[in-house]
């Protein structure tokens, strides 16, 4: 029998992109999207601190893809739980094998818009607030039918991932 082992992944940063949201040749979402992080730390031999920045990108799927597209925006600060992914395909052109490593998110929460956005600039359209966004995130963990069923897919742009790129991924 084999050890157990842990997968587990948790970050906050903000978004690097608006969310893109796809769907399967069976139809089941896909969304996708980047998150930065940032780590502050002193070097030994130095006086000044350092920032360093890490780039992760995230996948989500089902209702939880459906969600992020609708609820997320580049800039806004978000929690990500989930797993880490890695997966390979040959390039086309140059015949290489290629490695992405992502983060298969099972959880999100929305922590808010960047400081001072407005609500056009981050997507929001007639009413609503920053409270109901989160208000809607809560909704994400703790049942997530309802959140889904509860919102709209305003603006939401969505295509087809071809059966090609369905069999490349392997979650």
């Known amino acids: 029998m084999a050890a157990r082992s842990l997968n587990k992944v948790q970050i906050i940063g903000n978004l690097t992109r608006d969310p893109e949201l796809k769907y399967t ?27 360093e920045t890490e780039f ?8 939880l893809a459906e969600l992020c597209s609708q609820l997320l925006h580049k800039g806004w600060k978000a929690f990500i739980e989930g797993r880490l992914n890695t997966r390979s395909w040959q390039d086309a052109e140059s015949g290489k094998t290629m490695y992405r490593t992502e983060i298969v998110a099972n959880e999100m929460i929305v922590l808010g818009a960047p400081r001072g956005a407005r609500t056009e600039e981050v997507g929001m359209t007639g009413g609503e607030s920053e409270p109901a966004v989160e208000a809607a995130a809560d909704q994400i963990n703790v049942e997530p039918d309802e959140a889904v069923e509860s919102q709209t897919k305003k603006g939401v742009t969505s295509e087809k991932v071809s059966d090609k790129e369905e069999k490349e991924m392997p979650f």
Do not use: I, Q
């Not at 896909?30 to 006086?47: H, M, Q």
């Not at 992760?56 to 209702?63: D, F, Q, R, T």
């Open 56 to 63: 992760h990108n995230v996948v989500a799927w089902g209702k």
């Open 25 to 51: 040749g069976k139809g089941t979402p896909l969304c996708t999207f980047g998150v930065a992080t940032n780590r502050v730390y002193t070097p030994s031999d130095a006086t000044e601190s350092v920032e």
